[in-house]
């Protein structure tokens, strides 16, 4: 492979250029396994510079090229892609960029889980402007539409506070608790916070410039229920749960200056949606949510519910567990991920016998695996994931108290697997074997999402009719410290509620004593509050 090659091929490992950091942000992903490109319609006002993020999800390398539009058809960048299929032998080298007068701006060939950065001036004619992806036979899939519009201002500045909770209505968020709150980065209107998916809230504040004294029309619609305010004064409300076919509208005098905007937003269960757009006699219709409105996204040739990856999310239906079983982020290939009802979520890893990761929210999305299993691993769906240890297994015999634990092994000598049984709930307990021990070990999740006070009991039962002495269960590892009744890790607490812990440097050991043939282990893994 030759170095100009190498270089297309890994972009995001090269410097980037020096950027002014006020510049808007348009973010463009490519979904892994889907051929396409989030978003199919993204717009601009002319004659600006917009820094454009581009960041491939995908297990194969993609580029974006931004493409002047053919004077008389409307092509989707389809002729810029022949000429780069065209170039054979030499399109690696040149990232599969032609050498074409309609070629405005374009990133390298980013490759699989990279990203590339750029500034692109845009055009100071309006139109539609099409990009595509120009590796070959892409861009029947990979293309989309720059509107260049005159556009009204966006906001200044957006923050968030994330709520937990089960409505039908609109809470007074003043009377509660914030689970998460922050600024949004892109300063666009997003209900994608953290893997929320069903019963939370959102308060959104942020300031919008109004460009000069006059009459001003906002655009609302939301699934379920949102409220606008500006500078304090309710201007829409669309409250209760509902869909969002339908977008209200009202104009409104504002002065000339900075304008203090507040949406709340709750979300019940089912579709979550949000869009916010405003209007003036010297700009069209211009939104402030990352979401479209399907009335609102004719030009763009696609639904409107397609302008996002949503997948398909796997979720614990009728209080019962939900089991994804494929290769899944930070665990091994013979991972195991249980969703509980409380939104408790876990993975067990059958090859070294120990939880790799816990998280909570959303559970997984089966799409990346839906046709195959050569997509690559899937992450969790949710937030707030933590590790109790590093990679390795859970038991193990140390002949002396100081004896260093096993090193990460994919598969350990002695473990075996033995498979699970589900009870009444589906929730599982699994089975398997150290040596001459047998093993059972379940997850009991306790405590509720909108409380904030989630935890999940681990228990682990033993019988041997020889018991071996120095049997350890590795509860935790990592940077702990004492803190009450428990020790606190990164992102989680732990209780011990069977048997005698002690700390041993980063490692927190139980050991296994039995009584008879029998013994039994058992611990509490608490969120951080």
């Known amino acids: 492979m030759t170095l100009s090659r190498l270089a297309f091929l890994l972009p995001a490992l090269l410097p980037l250029p020096l950027v002014a950091d006020d510049l808007p942000v348009i973010t463009i992903r490519t979904p892994a396994g889907q051929m396409k490109y989030d978003r199919p319609v993204i717009t601009a006002t002319p004659g600006t510079q917009v820094k454009l ?6 297990e194969m390398p993609h580029n974006f090229v931004l493409c002047h539009p053919l004077p008389d058809k ?22 599969w960029i ?36 120009t590796f070959p036979g892409h861009a029947m899939a990979m293309n989309g539409e720059l509107l260049v519009l005159q556009t009204g201002p966006g906001f200044t500045g957006l923050n968030y506070q994330l709520y937990l909770g089960d409505w039908n209505q609109l809470p007074d968020f003043d009377q509660l608790t914030p689970h998460r709150s922050g600024p949004i980065a892109d300063k666009t209107l997003t209900i994608e916070l ?15 410039p109004v460009p000069e004294n006059g009459e001003y029309e906002f655009h609302l619609a939301s699934d379920d229920g949102s409220q606008l305010f500006i500078n ?12 969002s076919s339908q977008v209200i509208s009202r104009k409104v005098n504002l002065e000339k200056g900075p304008q203090k905007i507040r949406l709340d937003y709750f979300e019940g269960a089912g579709q979550e949606e949000l869009y916010l757009a405003w209007s003036g006699d010297k700009f069209s219709e211009t939104p402030l949510s990352k979401w479209l409105h399907p009335a609102r996204n004719n030009n763009s040739g696609t639904k409107a519910e397609d ?14 567990a939900v089991l994804y079983r494929n290769f899944i982020t930070d665990t091994g290939p013979r991972g195991i991920a249980v969703g509980y009802p409380n939104g408790v979520n876990l993975c067990f890893d059958a090859s070294v016998m120990s939880p790799a990761q816990f998280w909570q929210g959303a559970f997984m999305d089966a799409k990346r695996h839906w046709t195959g299993r050569g997509n690559g691993p899937q992450p969790p769906l949710g937030y707030d994931v933590f590790k109790a240890a590093p ?12 004896t260093p634990w096993p090193a990460p092994a994919e598969r350990p000598e002695g473990l075996h697997f033995r498979g699970y049984r ?45 018991p071996p002495a120095q049997l350890h269960f590795r509860a935790a590892a990592g940077p702990l410290k004492a803190e009450g009744a428990g020790w606190a890790g990164d992102g989680f607490r732990i209780i011990a509620d069977q048997g005698q812990p002690f700390l041993r440097g980063e490692e927190l050991l139980v050991p296994v004593v039995f009584t008879g043939p029998a013994a039994a282990v058992a611990v509490t893994y608490h969120w951080n509050p």
């Open 53 to 58: 993020v581009f960041e491939n999800l995908d």
């Open 74 to 95: 409307k092509d989707k960048g389809l002729e810029v892609a022949q000429l780069a299929w065209q170039l054979g032998a030499a399109g690696m080298d040149k990232a």
């Open 422 to 466: 589900l009870d009444a709930k589906r929730f599982p307990t699994f089975h398997y074997e150290i040596g001459s021990v047998t093993v059972e070990e379940s997850y009991r999740p306790a405590g509720e999402i909108k409380t904030n006070d989630l935890r999940v009991t681990r228990t682990l039962k033993f019988k041997a009719s020889q």
């Open 98 to 133: 032609p050498d074409s007068p309609r070629v405005i701006a374009h990133t390298g060939l980013v490759a699989a889980h990279q990203k590339e950065e750029l500034v692109i001036k845009v055009p100071d004619k309006p139109g539609v402007y099409p990009y595509v992806c």
């Open 232 to 243: 304090g004064k309710s201007v829409l409300k669309n409250d209760g749960i509902h869909p």
């Open 391 to 402: 990679a390795g297994q859970s038991l193990a015999i140390l002949p002396e108290t100081n």
């Open 307 to 320: 302008n996002e990856f949503t997948g398909i999310p796997l979720a614990p239906e009728n209080g019962e």
């Open 194 to 208: 953290e893997g929320m998916t069903q019963h939370f809230g959102v308060r959104y504040d942020g300031i919008l």
